[in-house]
């Protein structure tokens, strides 16, 4: 019987010992299994977060930018309106300054000077246009020495200075402080440095 014992303990032994074997080549494999899921699931979480962070990132990235560009549309409308008020108040020194130039003796010493010049190079009979309130001015301005006629218009300008036209050489010359004025406006922003970069 010891012999039928031993051989059953020895049966029941392999018998533990392979099920032991089973159990843990299973195991084995539920982990092997197990971590394979796991890694897939870190990977698929980790590649979630990355989109979910990514497009989180293009979402403040664009509000960034709508934020930016009408911060810099405020301010580039400020500075227009800035620099138009500036141009403003120095339009209306100039105007006031050429008010006053336009009652002094030097005023028609200018309109003289302009004339002459503008005489030689046309080199034929003008019509000069001045404003209404230098009328006046057209009995000073017609003793210009010159061979050529002379015919004096009002102009439709306001600020002074005068207009020529010759036409038989088909020229024309504008010399008004109008024309000046309104040519310093426009260029005003660059002359000053004001100038609102893109």
Do not use: W
């Not at 102009?155 to 036409?167: P, Q």
Request: proline content about 2%; aromatic content about 8%.
């Amino acid at each position: 019987m010891d012999n039928a014992e031993e051989k059953l303990q020895h049966f029941k032994s392999a018998i533990l010992t392979d099920a032991r074997d089973e159990v843990a080549a299973i195991n084995r494999e539920i982990e092997s299994e197990s971590e394979a899921v796991m890694s897939a699931a870190d990977d698929e979480a980790l590649a979630e977060s990355f989109r979910y962070i990514k497009t989180g990132i293009s979402q403040i990235e664009a509000e960034c930018g709508r934020r930016l560009s009408h911060a810099v549309m405020a301010n580039k409308r400020e500075i227009f309106l800035r620099r138009e008020a500036m141009a403003d108040e120095v339009m209306a020194a100039v105007t006031e300054r050429l008010t006053a130039f336009t009652a002094t003796p030097a005023y028609v010493e200018y309109l003289e000077s302009v004339l002459i010049t503008l005489l030689g190079s046309f080199d034929g009979d003008v019509t000069v246009c001045l404003r209404p309130e230098d009328r006046h001015l057209g009995d000073t301005l017609r003793r210009t020495p010159t061979r050529h006629n002379i015919i004096f218009f009002d102009g439709t300008f306001t600020l002074g200075g005068l207009e020529v036209y010759c036409t038989e050489k088909n020229r024309h010359a504008d010399a008004t402080f109008d024309t000046r004025v309104q040519e310093l406006r426009e260029h005003f922003s660059e002359m000053f440095g004001l100038k609102v970069e893109e």
